[in-house]
Each structure stands twice: as structure tokens, then as C-alpha cells.
């Protein structure tokens, strides 16, 4: 199972989470976990996906999540879990 | 499990540190190309790169789309050119033909720029390398991927004096050939003191002849990144400063190992080295002199300056050894004057000259790097900077290297203006007393005494 992991982060309002959400269940994407913080207004979401289901590449999930997140003023990465173990595990 | 703010702080690096790999590079092995006919050495050599490289820049944007970070170039070096091409070719112009095929290769496949228009002599020019350096003007004039170097000197075997001299003159004839962009030919071409093998940084990758077939070299980057985690230590005592260097090339590193590993598995090509380099690029934070100005200088060029990059690269090595096991090429810090923002600032201040620019070489890793000098700069005068800076590599046991760019009809205080990575640059004052007598010299400087290891 390849990981995948979705960060979010912008100016918080109504249904963020029910618009990640539903792109994801569209995409058949399942979500493992998710943390999420209000820091000054400011939205943060990390949510730990399981994308093996899905038919699209990460590059391509990655691509539409950042042009829908561009719509709510939000910024919207989907990385593989690999760069951040990567970066933070020895 | 990865934390919140683990993830935060690398789509932060990423996103607003410039957090990138800067390039990929597939070195490859043109020994096997080598023929007594032209035109079959270079239809082996076309035949060769295509098909090797391929799926090179394919990957890299694969790669690159799946984990979310940059791969700035796709890049391919050679075996250096002088020796594949010994058997054929007959004069300077048969050399120029090689040129355009490797050019034309690195169309076919996409890359930016190929390098290893190249040839070795510490020790000697053979013919063919004589014929190679003489061809360098011409063949960085008709070419505009095609980079070059040459390798002039080490510590084990003292400095071609005679190459040097060459060179000089083969600087300024590529100024002349390129003078209606910029002189940007000299922006290609690289001269060397103990030239690394495995090098994936242009303009002076080549693929040593020590190397395997074929092999993935790394290039990692972000000047950004160390300076923003800095931002956070200011005022702090030495012992925090180091540690936080190191932690955070730590970091850039293993990014850097990864998509290196996953870039030899999926092109089937074996993984060489990572290059731990803090590389500049003209973007606005993303400069290794605005790392100075944060350990605590006014300027890069202020008194302080060799000590800090001294302390920069010695922490990046050693936060950067313990995230790849196979660390090589230049690995340290790049002190490019064009194509770093705090660079240029400095030179426009005069915060920055020429000699401290050549102290600050003799600690970090790589020499002095895209220069602009007066297009009036003699060729003696070129060769006297080129000895000097090669001497610093041959007696400190490191790699040193020139790239100067002698802008043609352009005066100190003039702006020279390259475009890209590649930046621009204000031109700055060179010593104006002659060498010409000592450069007129023949022979080799021998090697130095702590060469004898045996």
C-alpha cells in the first residue's frame, strides 16, 4: 500500500473538510487518519491516505486537489508518504 | 507515524524556501564510441546518449509529480570528449562536429545541458587535447547546450602551465565568438584543479573515466531552507548555529537520496553519488550569501566572510555524510556571483572584490564561479587569476575551479545580463598589473611536496 499524504492550510471557513473529503471518496481514495488545528484563523489539515484504489497517478491527484484548493484560497499538496519519512526518520 | 507539523515544515520548505533537487544528471560512458572513422564516433556517440537517456527528463517529472518536489534540471555528462575522440579526429573542427552531436542528443532527449566537452591535462596536452581546447570558442558558439571543461591541475600532479596559458586566450576567443550575448559562451565552460569524477553540477560535469557505464548522479540545493531555519537562531551561540546547519542539510540530503534511489531503480541505471552542494539560483531566497548576512555579516565580502562560509560548508558535509552513504562531486557550498541575488547586491555595494572572492574558495567547494569581468581583461591577466586559483586547489588537496566571463565592450560598473539560472551580474574591477612575463613561462608547476603520499 502506497501512502499518500494530503496537507491543507489557509484561511479557515465552511465545509473545507466536506470538499477534501468529497473529492477523495469520489476518487475512491481511503482516508487512515487525519489531524487538523485552527491557529489564528489559520486552517492546518494533514490527512494520511491510502490512494491504491484510485485510478489517477499521485502527480495527478496532486494536480486537481491544488486547482480546487486554489478555488477556496486554500493550499492543497499530496505528496507520497516516502519524502516525509524520508526528511524525518532515520 | 509522520506529525502534523513534520509535514508543515516540509511542504513549507518546499513551498516558500525553495526547496528543490537541482538536478539529476545521468552520467554515460562514451569510451565504447571511440573509432578512427568521424562520422561513425559520432553516430555511436548519438546513438548512444538517445538511447540511454531517453526516458531521463520523463522520469524526473514523474518523480518529481509523485512526491511534490521540484526537479529543477535533467541533466547528462560524458566521458570528456578529448579522449573519445582522439582516434578521429584530425584537427580542431573535427572536434566542433563531436560538439553538435552532443547537442543535438541533448535536444533528442530534452535535457538543458550536456557537459564533458572536456579534456584532463594536469600532467600534459596530447594532441587531441590540445585540439579539443582549441575548438572550445567555436564549439560553445554553434552549440547551446554543450557544456565545457578542462581540468588543468592537481595535487598529485602540479599544474599544466602551458594549458593555463591556452586557456586564457581560449576564454577570451570564446568571449569574442559569443560577445553578442553576453560573452555567455565563457558562462559553459569551466576550468578545473582536481576535477571530481562524479560530478552532477554544470558547467563542469563530466562522466570520469573511473565511472561505470552509466549512473545517476544528484544534485540537491536549498540555500532557502538553511537560511529560514537560521532566521530562527539568531543571536545564538556557535554551537546552536552548527547544529542547526547540520540538522537541516541533513534534511535536504535524504530528499535528495530518495529521488535519487528512485530515479536508478526506474531507469535501471546504477545510483552514483548525491552531491550535497547549497547551489544559488537568482530567485529571491535562495542564496548562500544571504546565509552569511544571517550568521551575521553585512555583506558577503565583509571581514568575517571566510570564516562563515568555512563554517557553512565544514556543517552542510557533516550534516549531509550521515543522509547518503555514497556523498561526492563538489559537495559544499556554491559562491556564484551571477547567479545569487546576495552575490550580486555585494558586488554592486563593493562589499565584494575579486581576491575576497578567491579566499572565500579556499574554504568552500568550488572556486571562482560566473564572474564578469572587463572585456579588455588581456589573456595573460585571465591565465595569472586561473594559476592562482589553481594553485589554491593543488596545495589544499581540493577541487577549485574558473568561470569568468570577460563581457566584451563591458567596463567595471556595466551590467551583463544572462537570463535564467544563470542570472546576471554587475562586471567587477580585476587587478590592472601585469603577470604576462610569468605566464609567458613554459612547462609545469611540479606537484607539491605533501603530494608524496607513497
Not at chain 2, 377 to 392: Q, V
Not at chain 2, 423 to 448: D, L, Q, T
Request: include cysteine.
Amino acid at each position: 500500500m502506497k501512502k499518500t499524504i494530503i496537507t491543507v492550510l489557509g484561511h479557515d471557513c465552511v465545509g473545507i473538510i466536506a470538499k477534501v473529503c468529497t473529492y477523495l471518496a469520489e476518487n475512491n481514495i481511503n482516508i487512515l487518519d487525519i489531524s487538523q488545528t485552527i491557529t489564528g484563523g489559520y486552517f492546518n489539515m494533514m490527512m494520511i491516505t491510502d490512494a491504491s484504489a484510485c485510478e489517477k497517478s499521485t502527480a495527478q491527484i496532486a494536480e486537481e486537489m491544488d486547482a480546487f484548493g486554489k478555488t477556496m484560497n486554500l493550499s492543497i499538496r499530496c505528496m507520497q508518504e516516502d519524502i516525509f519519512n524520508s526528511m524525518h526518520r532515520i | 507515524m509522520i506529525t502534523m507539523r513534520e509535514a508543515a515544515e516540509t511542504v513549507h520548505m518546499i513551498t516558500s524556501e525553495n526547496l528543490d533537487v537541482r538536478t539529476i544528471t545521468m552520467g554515460i560512458s562514451l569510451l565504447d564510441c571511440a573509432d578512427p572513422d568521424l562520422d561513425r564516433v559520432n553516430e555511436k556517440i548519438y546513438r548512444k546518449i538517445t538511447r540511454l537517456a531517453k526516458d531521463l527528463v520523463r522520469t524526473g517529472e514523474e518523480i518529481s509529480g509523485e512526491y511534490g518536489i521540484p526537479i529543477v534540471n535533467k541533466r547528462i555528462s560524458v566521458t570528456p570528449v578529448a579522449l573519445v575522440g582522439a582516434g578521429a579526429c584530425k584537427r580542431p573542427e573535427d572536434f566542433v562536429t563531436i560538439a553538435r552531436t552532443l547537442d543535438a542528443a541533448a535536444h533528442e532527449v530534452g535535457v538543458n545541458f550536456i557537459g564533458g566537452y572536456s579534456a584532463l591535462v594536469s600532467k600534459g596536452m596530447t594532441p587531441a587535447d590540445e585540439m579539443l581546447i582549441r575548438s572550445i570558442p567555436e564549439a560553445m558558439k554553434c552549440t547551446e547546450r554543450v557544456c565545457s571543461s578542462v581540468n588543468v591541475g592537481s595535487t598529485k600532479c602540479g599544474i599544466d602551465m602551458d594549458a593555463v596559458r591556452l586557456l586564457g586566450e581560449v576564454v577570451r576567443e570564446t568571449a569574442e565568438r559569443t560577445a553578442d550575448a553576453g560573452s555567455i559562451g565563457c558562462a559553459k565552460l569551466v576550468v578545473f584543479c582536481n576535477a571530481p569524477d562524479d560530478n552532477p553540477f554544470m558547467a563542469g560535469a563530466f562522466h570520469g573515466v573511473t565511472e561505470g557505464d552509466a549512473v545517476i548522479n544528484v544534485g540537491v540545493s536549498g540555500p532557502g531552507v538553511v537560511k529560514s531555519a537560521l532566521e530562527h537562531v539568531r543571536g545564538a551561540d556557535f554551537e546552536t548555529l552548527c547544529e542547526t546547519i547540520k540538522k537541516t542539510a541533513f534534511k535536504i540530503t535524504r530528499v535528495g537520496q530518495l529521488v535519487a534511489q528512485e530515479a536508478s531503480r526506474r531507469l535501471g541505471v546504477p545510483f552514483g553519488i548525491i552531491d550535497l552542494s547549497l547551489a544559488p539560483t537568482p530567485a529571491v531566497g535562495d542564496s548562500v550569501a544571504d546565509i552569511l548576512c544571517e550568521i551575521g555579516l553585512e555583506y558577503a565580502g565583509a571581514p568575517g566572510t571566510t570564516a562563515a562560509l568555512a563554517l557553512l560548508n565544514d556543517q552542510v558535509k557533516k550534516g549531509g555524510v550521515m543522509a547518503s552513504s555514497y556523498v561526492g562531486g563538489l559537495s559544499g557550498a556554491f559562491i556564484p556571483v551571477s547567479e545569487d541575488q546576495g552575490m550580486i547586491k555585494a558586488a554592486q555595494e563593493g562589499a565584494l572584490t575579486l581576491e575576497k572572492l578567491e579566499a572565500m574558495t579556499c574554504v568552500c567547494s568550488v572556486g571562482l564561479d560566473m564572474i564578469v569581468i572587463p572585456g579588455d581583461t588581456s589573456a595573460a591577466t585571465i591565465s595569472g587569476i586561473i594559476a592562482d586559483e589553481m594553485a589554491i586547489g593543488m596545495v589544499n588537496q581540493k577541487t577549485t575551479a574558473v568561470r569568468l566571463i570577460p563581457a566584451v565592450g563591458k567596463k567595471v560598473g556595466d551590467r551583463v545580463e544572462f537570463g535564467g539560472l544563470l542570472g546576471y551580474a554587475p562586471v567587477m574591477p580585476v587587478n590592472p598589473y601585469s603577470c604576462e612575463a610569468f605566464i609567458g613561462r613554459r612547462g609545469r608547476i611540479p606537484a607539491p611536496i605533501h603530494s608524496f603520499k607513497n
